[in-house]
Every structure is written in structure tokens, then in C-alpha cells.
């Protein structure tokens, strides 16, 4: 049976070349990169050749990378440390509706500490509204968090026109770019954010660690007590093989990106077109255009995505329905929702999301699959028996 892996946005691969620079740290190169002796020297080193390798991944200086144990950490980090740093301005914090629960539920809890979270809506295809980002912002707000594209649906926001309004107000913003970093070009500098949020696993690294982008000058309250790692913004011994794992996967994903996405962008495009014309009854969901290159995203109508991913699981196919921190919770996801699809369609979402190693006979795989398991899961849903009902009636 054909293995088919199209999970990429829960987590890619490892590079061999990423593991193979992360072995040394494992074993001979242990010494903590805090101590003053020779033993510490080497872990040092190769988490600032890291740290530099990060940095010119997003066009940032490399004393602005501060690292974390994953993208979750580094946006709750961002979200609570920077308003809690700018809490005697004041203690109103402006998200979007669409984004990950490590941004959502850290709002929520700065609501439960006296903060006020404004949420806001997104069009159907998953995009902010930079002028709906404006009208939200008041005297008193102290952080804007808008992710740079969702992982979910694919769609890219736009987050320079967005920073051009916070920065005249000198609002600081913070961007989730866990699903775009590494995937497709990214400028800190250009994009004008104040702070920005990644991970290794989203594009061949280490599944673990993650980093937090700081823009000089910017205040932030650490969440972690104890020492000084991290220019004493994060406390706790650094885990080195992750981070040089990171610092290669990003210094490959800086030289390679252009290529990836020329191999991505055309499967991804067979899917977009071919499998709601082959399946029937397919909504796409997220923006046609502006969507991340190996991103395709479908509710079928009927069915439930979860019985979907079993029974492609069974056929060497994986993918996912919804986020991957949301896909065992058996409910329509939260970014559907808000981009205005009916729970009873949301709930047949599925993702596909290709990686480096998909090939054209993937997609032909997948394409020949799907429809018969769509079918099979049609043919004992209750709501496809009233639709077609509702059909022959008509006629």
C-alpha cells in the first residue's frame, strides 16, 4: 500500500541534515552553555550560530531571537508578557477571531486578569480587515496579535497594512508566523511587527523548540523565573540540540524556500481544482490566491471529517481535520466557524498539506482514494439521504 504523508501543518519531517548537525549535542558536546568552563563553550557557540541562522531567516538582528519550547510558548510569551509589560498604558488587547488557542486562550486568561479582549471578525475566506483592526484600537490598547497566516485554512493576512496602522499609534503588535516562517519569505523589517512567533517543526526541524522574535526596545515581562538564559527574558537551561536543529533548519529553509515553493504551489493547485470536482459538494475554504503553498483545505458536505481521516489513514493517506491541537476534540473548529460556515459543514473539514517529499503520483494517489471513501461515508449519512430526498422531490 502507498504511504501518502499530508499532515505538514501538524508537523514536517526531519531534514536529515538538520539531524545530522543536532547529533553532536546529544552525546560528545553536553557541557551547559551558562557555564564558564571549556565544557560549556561548544553548546554556546552553536546556539548563537543558531540564534544568527534564525535571524537572517526573517531579516532580524541576531540579539533580537530569543528562544522557547515551541511556537505555543513563544505566542504565549508574546501575549502575555507584552501586555503585562505595558499594563500601566493600559489593559486592552485586540486579537483576531481566527487565531490559534495558544493566542486565543492567552487572551482569555489577561481577561480573567483585568484585561478586556476585543475579537476581531474575519470575511469567508479567513481574512482581517486592516480598517476592522483600526476601529477596534482605543487609547488604552497595549497589544494587537494577528496571525500572519492560518493553519488551518491557509490564508495569509495582511500584516504590513495592518503594522502601518499600530505603529502611528504606537500600539505594539504581535504576529503568530508559525505556519509562514520557514514556508514562504519573511521580513521583520519590512513586515513592521514589533514581535514574532515561529517553530522548528513547521518547516523540517525539531519538533520542541520554537523562538520569539523582539524588536529592540520593546518591553517584555518574562513568564518563566529563575536565571539568566536568554539575556534573562527566558529562564531555564536551553535545550541545544533542538535549537542547533532549528538554526540548520532555518539556514536550509532560507537557501531552499524558492524551489519548495515552485515544487508545492502546482500540487497543491491539482487539489484546489480537482478533488471538489472529483468528490462532489466541496466547499474550499480559505482564500483562492493568498493561501500558503502546500495548503489545500475542503469541508465536504455530509459527512464528518474525523471518519474521513480514518478511513484515509486505512489507505496510507494522513491528514488532518482542523488544527492539529483541535483534531481530537470531535467539534467544528473555532476558524470555520468564523469565517461563517454552518456547524453541519464545518464539521466535514479536512486538510491536506503537502511537504517537500509529495510527489504528482501523492496527488493522483489521493485523488483516486478519495471519492469512493467519500462516497462510502455518503451513503450511510442521514443528512445525504434528506439531501438527495429533498432532490428527487424537486425534480
Known sequence: ????????????????????????????????PSSLHDWGDGSREAMETARDQVAQLIGADSDEIIFTGSGTESNNFAVKGLALAQQSKGKHVVVSAI????????????????????????????VVDPEEVRKRLRKDTVLVSI???????????????????????????????????????????????DALSLAGNQFYGPKGVGALWLRKGVRIMPLLDGGIQEGGRRAGTENV???VGLGKAAELAKTDMESRVKRLTP?????????????????????????????????????EGEAMLMLLNSKGIAVSSGSACT???????????????????????????????????????????????????????????KFTKTVKGGK
Not at 490559534?100 to 476581531?120: I, M, N, P, R, Y
Not at 499600530?166 to 516562517?181: E, I, M, N
Not at 487539489?271 to 469541508?299: D, I, M
Request: include cysteine; charge should be negative.
Open 1 to 32: 500500500m502507498r504511504e501518502v504523508y499530508l499532515d505538514n501543518a501538524a508537523t514536517t519531517p526531519l531534514l536529515p541534515e538538520v539531524r545530522e548537525a543536532m547529533i553532536p549535542y546529544l552525546g560528545d558536546v553536553f557541557g551547559n
Open 99 to 126: 487565531e490559534h488557542f495558544s493566542v486565543l486562550h492567552s487572551a482569555k486568561t489577561l481577561g480573567k486578569w483585568g484585561f478586556e479582549v476585543d475579537e476581531v471578525p474575519v470575511d469567508k475566506y479567513g
Open 147 to 193: 496571525m500572519h497566516a492560518n493553519g488551518e485554512v491557509g490564508t495569509i493576512e495582511p500584516i504590513k497594512e495592518i503594522a502601518g496602522i499600530t505603529s502611528k499609534l504606537k500600539v505594539p503588535f504581535h504576529t503568530d508566523a508559525v505556519a509562514k516562517a520557514g514556508t514562504i519569505p519573511v521580513d521583520v523589517r519590512e513586515l513592521g511587527v
Open 241 to 243: 540540540p533542538a535549537i
Open 267 to 303: 500540487l497543491r493547485d491539482r487539489l484546489l481544482k480537482e478533488l471538489p470536482r472529483k468528490v462532489g459538494h466541496v466547499v474550499v475554504t480559505g482564500h483562492p490566491q493568498n493561501r500558503l503553498p502546500g495548503h489545500a483545505s475542503f469541508c465536504v458536505e455530509f459527512i
Open 327 to 385: 483534531s481530537r476534540a470531535l467539534k467544528a473548529s473555532h476558524v470555520l466557524i468564523a469565517m461563517g460556515l454552518p456547524h453541519e459543514l464545518a464539521q466535514g473539514s479536512i486538510l491536506l498539506t503537502l511537504g517537500i517529499g509529495n510527489t504528482p503520483e501523492d496527488v493522483d494517489y489521493v485523488l483516486e482514494v478519495m471519492p469512493p471513501i467519500v462516497d462510502r461515508l455518503r451513503q450511510m449519512s442521514p443528512l445525504y439521504a
